[in-house]
Structures are given as structure tokens and as C-alpha cells.
């Protein structure tokens, strides 16, 4: 596609419930972020893949939280165990290469945890 | 601790004004800036950068100056219009990684 997909775009599910989120980054984009975004806030990061592997996961909260990129593309966020403070905004972006530059971000999975 | 900030969380001002959004840095290490906009519902979206070897940088109708001896940078938007209006987020960067600051919502009244 012609930007970052992200699905679903909204998700609500239940306390102690396991939740998965794809990111669909532009074809091609080498480097894939992973930020959470609560309301009236800036995006905090979680992880960021260097092609299929994490070159930095140390915005995970917790063992709860794991990302995958197996084949460099698609990627999924995974959060076991849901709980009511995990609900925000679950923004992904791309860019090109692993150099500095422009991320190009999706708009994002809502989550809320009930 | 290190962060990344806003002085003004609301900016208003008239349409065809010139806007002036702020923001402080604390890590000297950080040597890439950036400026994003975010609509409400939508993702941020770049406008402009820069590096810690330049001071000032142009686009079309938006300048961002950084100034290192005192750890700040600020976005200025040219004409201001309505569709400016939005979340602005400056981000401070160290080995690829975008911190975001808070925001600063900005309102332009036509």
C-alpha cells in the first residue's frame, strides 16, 4: 500500500486477555517503530526492528509485551495478560533505511481494556 | 532525569499570523530533531528536521531553529491557517530512536 496499514483500528477487549496488533510499513522500509500514545500525550516508545530483528526493545514495559518481524515486513505486537492501564493508542512507522530520517507513522490501533 | 518538553501546552492564534511553538532538549547526546503534526484520530506527520551540526533550517512556510548553548529549538510556521491546527510534537533523537515531547495543540482562529 501507498502507507503504513495498522490493524485493527480499534480493539476492545478484556482484562487479562491476549491481544495482537499488525503493522503493515511501506514497502521497502528497512527500520519499523513501535510507540504507545495515551491521551494528551506524546507517542512513548516500545521497540524498534532493524530489518527482522529488534535492534532496541528497551521501551517495553514488561515481559507481557513482545514484538515479531519474521520476514522484515509485516510486524505484530503482542500483549498477554491485558490490563486496564495497557489501554492507548498503538502507533507503528517506517522508514526507508536504519539511518536518521522521516518516519512515516499509521494511524494507529486503539486499544481498550475494559 | 533526561527529557524532552513543551513550554506552551496551547498555542492561539489569528489566521495569516505568524506561530512560534517551543520546545527544550536536556540530552546533549541527541543529534537529530524533528518536527511532527498530528490531527486528531491520525497518526503524527513529519514536517521538517535537523541535525545538531546546523542551526536554522527553511521549508515551505515552517523554519525550525535550534540552539545547542541553551538546549532549545523551536518550530515557526509562516501565514499561519486554519489547517494548521493540530498537536505539534518535537522529537530529540539518539541512535535512531524519535523521543517525543508532549505536545503543544495549536488553534488558529479564522
Known amino acids: 500500500g501507498a502507507g503504513v496499514s495498522q490493524t485493527p483500528s480499534n480493539k476492545v477487549t478484556e482484562k487479562g486477555k491476549y491481544v495482537e496488533l499488525r503493522c503493515d510499513p511501506i514497502?521497502?522500509?528497512?527500520?519499523l517503530y513501535w510507540y504507545r500514545q495515551s491521551l494528551g500525550q506524546g507517542p512513548e516508545f516500545l521497540i524498534y526492528f532493524q530489518g527482522t530483528g529488534a535492534a532496541d526493545d528497551s521501551g517495553l514495559p514488561n515481559d507481557r509485551f513482545f514484538a515479531v518481524r519474521p520476514e522484515g515486513s509485516v510486524s505484530t505486537l503482542k500483549i498477554q495478560r491485558t490490563e486496564r492501564g495497557d489501554s492507548a493508542v498503538y502507533l507503528c512507522?517506517?522508514?526507508?533505511?536504519?539511518?536518521?530520517?522521516?518516519?512515516?507513522f499509521g494511524e494507529g490501533s486503539r486499544l481498550t481494556v475494559l | 532525569g533526561e527529557s524532552v518538553g513543551l513550554h506552551l501546552p496551547t498555542l492561539s492564534v489569528q489566521e495569516g499570523d505568524n506561530s512560534i511553538i517551543n520546545c527544550a532538549y536536556s540530552?546533549?547526546?541527541?543529534?537529530?530533531f524533528i518536527w511532527y503534526k498530528q490531527e486528531s484520530g491520525k497518526g503524527p506527520q513529519f514536517i521538517i528536521d535537523?541535525?545538531?551540526?546546523?542551526d536554522k533550517r527553511q521549508g515551505q512556510r515552517v523554519t525550525v531553529l535550534l540552539n545547542k548553548t541553551v538546549k532549545h529549538l523551536s518550530l515557526q510556521i509562516a501565514a499561519t491557517q486554519p489547517g494548521d491546527s493540530a498537536v505539534y510534537f518535537c522529537a530529540e533523537t539518539r541512535s535512531y530512536i524519535p523521543t517525543f515531547g508532549r505536545g503543544t495543540s495549536l488553534i488558529v482562529h479564522p
Open positions: 535537523i541535525r545538531s551540526n546546523m
Open positions: 514497502s521497502g522500509h528497512t527500520a
Open positions: 540530552n546533549s547526546a541527541s543529534d537529530y
Open positions: 512507522a517506517s522508514r526507508r533505511t536504519g539511518e536518521d530520517g522521516e518516519l512515516f
